[in-house]
């Protein structure tokens, strides 16, 4: 099963307002299950060096199903895979990646978001995965 686009515009909705809330332009992915773009937004001044940290979070967190810092933590020095951010193409391994599931757990899809500070793009990740289970 794949997320809907319903869904998927329900996390952009909510990911624009929780990025102009803060003050922050963000560029916003949201990726089906087989980690394929399902929907991106480019906010009015976004980084374009945040586009593809965007892409790859979301991508990051579908491929694996887990958000991006904890495959992070997998991937530092000491943890059980270290490398494991240069597998699959690269990785990005900081928050802001988060997988979407169903209320059953299957994995549906997962967002991405980067243009801020990592506490700021997960923060808005969070308010877009919310609103995809919502949607």
């Not at 089906?32 to 773009?37: K, M, S, T, Y």
């Not at 887990?66 to 495959?71: V, Y």
């Not at 490398?83 to 997962?110: H, Y």
Request: glycine share 14%; net charge negative.
């Amino acid at each position: 099963m794949s997320i809907s686009q319903h869904s998927a515009d329900h996390a952009l909705a909510a990911a624009r307002a929780a990025a102009a809330a803060i003050g922050v332009p963000m560029n916003i992915a949201v990726m089906d299950e087989a980690a394929r773009l399902k929907a991106f937004l480019r906010m009015d001044g976004a980084l374009l060096g945040s586009l593809d940290i965007a892409l790859g979070k979301a991508r990051t967190a579908a491929l694996f199903g887990m958000t991006t810092e904890e495959i992070g933590e997998f991937s530092k020095p000491g943890g059980t895979s270290p490398g494991l951010e240069q597998t699959n193409g690269g990785l990005v391994v900081f928050a802001g990646g988060i997988p979407i599931r169903d209320a059953d757990g299957v994995l549906l899809g997962a967002v991405g978001v980067s243009g801020g500070a990592v506490a700021q793009d997960l923060a808005v990740a969070q308010a877009a995965a919310d609103a995809a289970h919502a949607g």
